[in-house]
Structures are given as structure tokens and as C-alpha cells.
């Protein structure tokens, strides 16, 4: 056996050069054709063998040779390897960002690519969309986000197995529609009874612009926590932005300025930012003023100053469940998917804690 030291000069030296295989396969004592079939996933090699070539192979520097080697045989029994993603979105934010990106790993765990289209809501951006559907072959397809209802219902036509994600729907579709999405009324519901037990009693709901979905659905479960507390509703403490922090600070500073009284924010949690901002500007305390409340349970939620309550929405799970539902939908023609809520979960911090 090497001294330790001298293995080491050996692994330094296998790792400025990148290892091959065969050198990965003597570090893990393993064959070649092992290494080689967990280094593309196969299932003939056990999960604790694959993670510990893994391991290894990124300890010592391996790199993929991409162009080398025979292609792989694709068996001709597959007819789908392809999952088409139509994204609906006005604006960029952090949850569509981890959602699609949490659908394109579970997708590759599949081994399924995606084509992700994108459409803004603009009409002539959507009659291109509609032109490259028209000629493309029909795939599986995920809608996630909001579109205007009437180009939804036109990609519905056109994708009539098309499994709605994130998107609660529209009571004027007027044509059956599959969906994925979060009960976010019930979020808003779990929310707003946290800050009415915190001693709340004038909450600011800061929304979206109406026709959303999700400020469709936030409000109602404002409305119906506040009536269950034997609270008024006040048109005035809800308030429309479009869903960005620098029309949030706008809106809130409009509010500020003209001398409404609140004790509580409800609002996502990239809104939330912008709030904890203004308020911080404003000279007002959080929570001792102000308690601020999240919905979405964002990572950076948990670095605020002070820190975030917020309900969590895992994007996580539903990106996984988009994913084997569609892929399922594909693969057995009787299978009807059908319009599933999943729960979301409350998470206090500090900057409710009163």
C-alpha cells in the first residue's frame, strides 16, 4: 500500500488531468463497465455503487466525452421522448424560475427532454406560438402560468390533453381542462388566520392584477378567513399591483401616504421583499408595527430581516407530479387526468412573531 501522502500526490495529479475511466474504476475498485454504466444512469448498478463512482469521478475531474464513443440505441418501441412545456408568463419570477426548473430535472430523471415555449400574453407573440404548434407533432404538454383566458382556451384546442401547472383555472373556460395547482385559497385561508390569532386586525392584502388566477384565489380565502373571524372586509385594505416589487413599492408607499391604517401584510414573498423594504424606509417595525406574511416559501424567504412567515407552496413536488402525471397521461389513453389541489404548509418567522 502507498503512503497516504503519495496517494495523494497521485489523485492531485490523475485530477489536473481529468481521469478516464479505467482510472476512476481502479480508485473505486470496480470495473470499467461498471463505471461506465453509472456514469449514464443505468439500473444494473446500485444506487450506493453509482453515488460512490460519482463521487469519485468529480473528486478526481472527470469529464464526459460527449462526442466519443457509439451513439446510444434509442429503442424504436419509444415514441415519445419529448415533453413540450408552454410557459405563460408576464413577468420573470423566482417560483417560475425553481418550478420549471424542478420540471426539467424530474424530466431528465425520466429521460425525457422538454421544448420550453414561452408566450407573454401578446397577441402577435401568441399567433407565432400557434403557428409552431400547428405544425409541430403532438406531444405531451404541460401549460404553466397564466395566459389570457382566451389564448388559453386556444392552446386547449389545439393541445386537448395539455395538463394545466400552477393554474387554478378560469371560470370562463368554457371547455374541459386537467389542472395541477396549489389550494391557494386554503394558503390564504392558513395565513390570514395566523395573523388574526397574532392579534391582527386590520390586514393590508397586497395582489396581483385581478384577472391572475392567483389573485383570484387569494383573495377569496382572505375574504372567507376574515368573515370566519368576524372581521369586516374593507375594499381598501386590498390593493392591486402587476406582481413586481417595483410596483409593490409604489402601490405601498400610495398607502403610506395616504394615512391607511394597517397592522398585517399579506403578499407572495418576492412582493414581500419590496414590503419589508418600504416599511424599513418608512421608519416602521416589523413585526411590532407591521407583521408581514409570504406565500410561495421561497428559499431566500428565510434571510429576510427579519425573517419571513410564509406558506409554502413545494414547486418541488409539483413539478414531480406534472411530470409523472403527463408521462402517465401518454402512456395508457384511458387514463383521465383530473383537477388536483395540493395543501400548502405555514412556516412562522419573525416577522409575524408579535
Known amino acids: 500500500m502507498k503512503p497516504s501522502h503519495e496517494s495523494d500526490e497521485v ?3 490523475i485530477q489536473s488531468k481529468g481521469a478516464t475511466i479505467q482510472e476512476i474504476a481502479d480508485f473505486c475498485a470496480v ?3 461498471t463505471v461506465s454504466r453509472a456514469l449514464r444512469s443505468d439500473q444494473s448498478v446500485s444506487v450506493e455503487t453509482r453515488n460512490r463512482i460519482l463521487k469519485a469521478a468529480e473528486t478526481l475531474g472527470y469529464q464526459p466525452r460527449v462526442r466519443m464513443g457509439r451513439p446510444r440505441q434509442v429503442k424504436s418501441a419509444k415514441k415519445t421522448s419529448i415533453v413540450e412545456v408552454i410557459f405563460g ?5 423566482a417560483f417560475y424560475s425553481e418550478l420549471l426548473t424542478a420540471i426539467e430535472a424530474e424530466l431528465a430523471e425520466h429521460k425525457h427532454d422538454c421544448v420550453i415555449r ?4 401578446g397577441f402577435e407573440e401568441f399567433v407565432v406560438l400557434c403557428d409552431v404548434l400547428r405544425v409541430s407533432p403532438e406531444t405531451p404538454t404541460l401549460v404553466v402560468g397564466y395566459l389570457p383566458h382566451q389564448q388559453l382556451r386556444t392552446l386547449l384546442e389545439a393541445r386537448p390533453h395539455a395538463l394545466l401547472v400552477d393554474h ?3 371560470p370562463k373556460l368554457a371547455l374541459p381542462y386537467a389542472s395541477l395547482s396549489f389550494d391557494n385559497v386554503e394558503a390564504s385561508r392558513i395565513m390570514i388566520r395566523h395573523l388574526v390569532e397574532k392579534g391582527c386586525q386590520r390586514i393590508l392584502l397586497l395582489k396581483g392584477f385581478s384577472d391572475h388566477y392567483f389573485s383570484r384565489d387569494i383573495e377569496q380565502g382572505y375574504r372567507e378567513a376574515l368573515m370566519q373571524a368576524g372581521q369586516e372586509v ?3 385594505l386590498i390593493v392591486e399591483t402587476d406582481f413586481t416589487t417595483e410596483n409593490t413599492v409604489v402601490k405601498l408607499q400610495e398607502v403610506l401616504d395616504d394615512g391607511l391604517i394597517f397592522d398585517g401584510i399579506f403578499t407572495n414573498d418576492e412582493m414581500a421583499l419590496a414590503v419589508l ?5 418608512r421608519g416602521l417595525r416589523v413585526p411590532e408595527d407591521v407583521a408581514v406574511a409570504g406565500c410561495d416559501g421561497l428559499p431566500f424567504s428565510r434571510y429576510t430581516i427579519p425573517s419571513l412567515s410564509t406558506v409554502v407552496l413545494d414547486y418541488r413536488n409539483l413539478g414531480r407530479l406534472a411530470v409523472e402525471t403527463i408521462l402517465r397521461q401518454s402512456k395508457d389513453p384511458s387514463y383521465v387526468a383530473s383537477r388536483t389541489r395540493l395543501l400548502a404548509n405555514l412556516v412562522v418567522r419573525e416577522s409575524t412573531l408579535k
Open 89 to 93: 408568463v408576464q413577468l420573470h419570477t
Open 31 to 33: 470495473s470499467s463497465m
Open 11 to 13: 489523485n492531485s495529479e
Open 234 to 236: 374593507d375594499p381598501t
Open 277 to 281: 423594504h418600504t416599511l424599513h424606509k
Open 168 to 170: 387554478t383555472g378560469d
Open 118 to 121: 414561452t408566450s407573454t400574453g
